[in-house]
T-cell receptor
Framework: KAGVTQTPRYLIKTRGQQVTLSCSPISGHRSVSWYQQTPGQGLQFLFEYFSETQRNKGNFPGRFSGRQFSNSRSEMNVSTLELGDSALYLC????????????????FGPGTRLTVL | KNEVEQSPQNLTAQEGEFITINCSYSVGISALHWLQQHPGGGIVSLFMLSSGKKKHGRLIATINIQEKHSSLHITASHPRDSAVYICAVFPGTYKYIFGTGTRLKVLA
């Protein structure tokens, strides 16, 4: 069974641009969560999608948005990039929703490293 | 004060040593998750716990819900165990809170 894949793996953008990151979950998984990891803040929850619906969103500005398609693939978009958006963006998939108390194992992708210049 | 605290922040051990990493949290939770992150950034889910104890190979995770505390033990540590270990808790609502991680280095 293929693991969680994320594209692209590395990305360099400049301030003010926008970026779209993609995540393909493990086959059969309907929950996709997105996380941001920075040296200063560590891992932080961005949002979770389950069956094309956003279940919850972390404490991030509206510039961060996402969506999930009927095949469970998910995209994350960041508009008007700021230097502080430079981070490793991780997605993870599971069979059942993570937020709300689900305890199924969550499988992480390799991440997309975004650098904003 | 962070809602999830890990100790120690950094740990260096000799190969073969028994290692314990602790995670304390201040909120009520439905489950706790131990993650391992290797230097390249990849994260592996180790354990999901809601009570008691789980074991997988040389790794053992325990949780005491009443004391709001979990431990991750590594027996017979090996240099390949060198990684950052992160605990994360689910307060049962729509949140997922991460600890700051414990950086483990096992020397040969």
């Amino acid at each position: 069974k293929a693991g969680v894949t994320q594209t692209p793996r590395y990305l360099i953008k400049t301030r003010g641009q926008q970026v779209t990151l993609s995540c393909s979950p493990i086959s059969g998984h309907r929950s996709v969560s997105w996380y941001q990891q920075t040296p200063g803040q560590g891992l932080q929850f961005l949002f979770e999608y389950f069956s094309e619906t956003q279940r919850n969103k972390g404490n991030f500005p509206g510039r961060f948005s996402g969506r999930q398609f009927s095949n469970s693939r998910s995209e994350m978009n960041v508009s008007t990039l700021e230097l502080g958006d430079s981070a490793l963006y991780l997605c993870a998939s599971s069979s059942t929703p993570r937020t709300g108390g689900g305890t199924d194992t969550q499988y992480f992708g390799p991440g997309t490293r975004l650098t904003v210049l | 004060k962070n809602e999830v605290e890990q100790s120690p922040q950094n740990l260096t051990a000799q190969e073969g040593e028994f290692i314990t990493i602790n995670c304390s949290y201040s909120v009520g939770i439905s489950a706790l998750h131990w993650l391992q992150q290797h230097p390249g950034g990849g994260i592996v889910s180790l354990f999901m716990l809601s009570s008691g104890k789980k074991k997988h190979g040389r790794l053992i995770a325990t949780i005491n819900i009443q004391e709001k505390h979990s431990s991750l033990h590594i027996t017979a540590s090996h240099p390949r165990d060198s990684a950052v270990y992160i605990c994360a808790v689910f307060p049962g609502t729509y949140k997922y809170i991460f600890g700051t991680g414990t950086r483990l280095k096992v020397l040969a």
